[in-house]
DNA sequence: GTTATAGATCGATGTCCGTCGATCTCCAGC
DNA sequence: GCTGGAGATCGACGGACATCGATCTATAAC
């Protein structure tokens, strides 16, 4: 694309002054954008989206048994990525018996979902 | 909820045998699991997931002097961050004189944003 | 009580990540 | 040429993370 830039710098300043205005500043408030990013990390693993995936496919609950031969890594280490999805608001468990059951919090995913697909914002003139 | 627990494992079972049987598994392929969980690790910070927002609400090109003041840290770490946003696939940049401009690849975010919004799959029986 | 099992937790280890200061590269102006 | 600024890169440092084996807890069956 071959938008004007309107957000270029001034070629010519006195020195001393700062290259620009800060025109632009993010619209999101650093407190969303931590929430979020957390929420990110903890999708950002392999194992973990794929957790969340086979959760989310399923609107009951899932055996925690069921789970751990998906990956091949041993089962403390499905137990700790589940903790981290656990700590991050995503799932939640239940147990039952010897078995524990997992299942993912509604609408957990839904501020992050909605920035993610915001995309451009149309209301810019940019 | 209180959907019934299809995903059960058995709780009468031969010694020996596995809990039940493999019957989820992810639908997301390994290498798709990866990929997204690359562009997840990328938006994992807070200060790359401001750099994404404020370049997806400008159409056009971003200097580089625009960005660095936004954040509480050093240039070389803005850089940095940066470098990790190209890496990923998620911006790119372009050189004017002195100064660089970055800009979102359109798209980077469609197959990740896709899964995120996916939710629920409709079509299982769950 | 004893034994076996599901799953969480702990401790250790090696790797990765975020930040910084310093340096390097490239370009513009003189 | 020289000088100065924008931004990328490098090296170091400290903290966080992924993985493992071992252990612990709680339940179920005997």
Redesign the interface.
């Given at each position: 694309?071959s938008?004007?830039?309107?957000?270029?710098?001034k070629?010519k300043r006195p020195a001393g002054e700062?290259?620009?205005e800060?025109?632009?500043?993010?619209?999101?408030e650093?407190a969303q954008?931590?929430r979020?990013?957390?929420v990110?990390?903890?999708?950002?693993?392999?194992i973990?989206?794929?957790l969340i995936?086979?959760l989310?496919?399923?609107?009951?609950?899932?055996?925690v048994?069921?789970?751990i031969?998906?990956f091949d890594v041993r089962q403390s280490t499905v137990s700790h990525h589940l903790k981290v999805l656990r700590e991050a608001g995503l799932v939640d468990s239940e147990r039952?018996?010897l078995?524990a059951?997992y299942y993912?919090i509604p609408d957990a995913?839904a501020e992050?979902?909605a920035?993610?697909?915001?995309?451009?914002?149309p209301s810019?003139g940019?």
């Open positions: 694309m938008v004007d830039l309107q957000l270029s710098p070629q700062p290259c620009c800060p025109v632009v500043y993010p619209d999101v650093r954008a931590e979020m990013a957390s990110a990390k903890a999708l950002g693993d392999p973990r989206l794929q995936d086979v989310r496919k399923h609107a009951g609950r899932v055996c048994c069921e789970l031969p998906l039952r018996g078995w059951y993912v995913l992050f979902g920035w993610v697909a915001g995309g451009a914002d810019c940019c």
